[in-house]
């Protein structure tokens, strides 16, 4: 059965659900025929966004647009199972491949099936999941990390991003949740996501440095590889530094400059861990992001209040406020799987010769 009614009926006192369906309208305008969901009008597209905005469009009422944005993915998707990191139109603007890019389809596909419960679609989806968790399980090092892309003349970067490598630690617990349902065995992607949770949640030194990023600080809960009190230790002790208060999350923390996806994935994070009252106070900063055509500003630049970058919204901001609306007010089928409860408890592998972790009890 194939459901394309909007779950969304917005968050109380802070976004109505007039709202949210111009949020909606907004992001399904965007969209080229073929499928294609670019930042903003005549802008560049890349997978891992346009996976983004597909599933605000599949909570929100536009299943045929969600179908129709997973198909330019099969249809775009190169032999060895990766896509380039940009698309201007029908032209490659960057040929990098980022393995997390290449992961994030698992998450929409298995989002896409919790919302609708159309398995014939997710089906028809599974070749081009199977080879793009494929391709970046090839990349998996040693340390359980993953190396973070090739560049467009396939030489490999040498080093794993923590962003990136969480992101792909959930995209790979959602293959599995995926492949479970479709009845497929998948225990290596089992096994690797376990190694690479293992990592993100207690080798932080196996990353490259990039803790001036908000997405390093908050993304290893948003993932799920760190929960409970660990995750709330993280997220206390991250907060001044990334957090402007009552402004919104800072991209980066040498700047005080908030992006509403940021801030909207912080919620999403805040969410998981059950902090639903700092969750809905840091959401409410978002509307300053809003536009009254339902599109979000990408960011404001403090004290100046200047729109950065000048003048632009893009599909993923409002995608990503979308998601975390829905979390909050757990109305779709598929609010639940940035809280984790749609998805199995994680293994927790350790390396050989682990520190943290001799094999006998939970790593701590």
Excluded at 76 to 91: I, K, T
């Amino acid at each position: 059965m194939i459901t394309t009614t909007s779950f969304l009926s917005g968050v109380p006192g802070l976004l109505s659900s007039k709202e949210v369906a111009a949020t909606a309208a907004h992001i399904a305008r965007l969209q080229s025929a073929n499928g294609q969901i670019p930042w903003f009008p005549r802008g560049h597209c890349d997978p891992w966004n346009h996976v983004e905005a597909a599933m605000a469009l599949t909570v929100t009422g536009y299943g045929e647009e969600a179908r129709g944005a997973y198909r330019w993915l099969a249809a775009n998707q190169l032999g060895d199972g990766s896509w380039f990191n940009y698309y201007q139109g029908e032209w490659v603007k960057d040929a990098r491949l980022d393995t997390n890019v290449c992961a994030y389809v698992a998450t929409g596909v298995h989002h896409y099936l919790l919302a609708t419960g159309d398995i014939d679609f997710a089906r028809s989806m599974w070749p081009c999941v199977e080879r793009a968790i494929d391709f970046v399980l090839r990349w998996q090092l040693s340390d359980g990390t993953i190396r973070w892309s090739l560049d467009a003349l396939g030489r490999r970067e040498s080093y794993a991003l923590l962003t990136g490598s969480s992101s792909i630690f959930h995209s790979l617990r959602c293959a599995v949740a995926l492949a479970e349902r479709l009845d497929f065995a998948k225990p290596a992607w089992e096994l690797a996501a376990g190694r690479l949770g293992h990592a993100v949640a207690h080798h932080p030194g196996a990353f490259a440095p990039k803790n001036e990023f908000a997405m390093d600080w908050y993304y290893p809960i948003f993932s799920g590889a760190l929960t409970g009190e660990l995750g709330e230790r993280r997220m206390g002790d991250g907060w001044e530094r990334h957090v402007m208060d009552g402004y919104g999350v800072r991209c980066v923390s040498t700047n005080d400059w908030v992006t509403a996806a940021e801030t909207a994935e912080c919620v999403l994070a805040l969410d998981a861990l059950g902090l639903t009252s700092r969750a809905l106070d840091l959401f409410a900063f978002t509307r300053r992001h809003r536009r009254d055509d339902g599109a979000y500003w990408t960011g404001i630049a403090y004290p100046q209040q200047a729109i950065f970058p000048v003048g632009e919204t893009t599909s993923y901001t409002g995608a990503a406020i979308i998601l975390a609306a829905d979390a909050l007010t757990s109305s779709s089928p598929a609010s639940g799987l940035f809280r984790h409860g749609e998805l199995a408890i994680p293994l927790d592998l350790a390396e050989p010769n682990c520190s943290l972790y001799d094999g006998s009890r939970p790593a701590t």
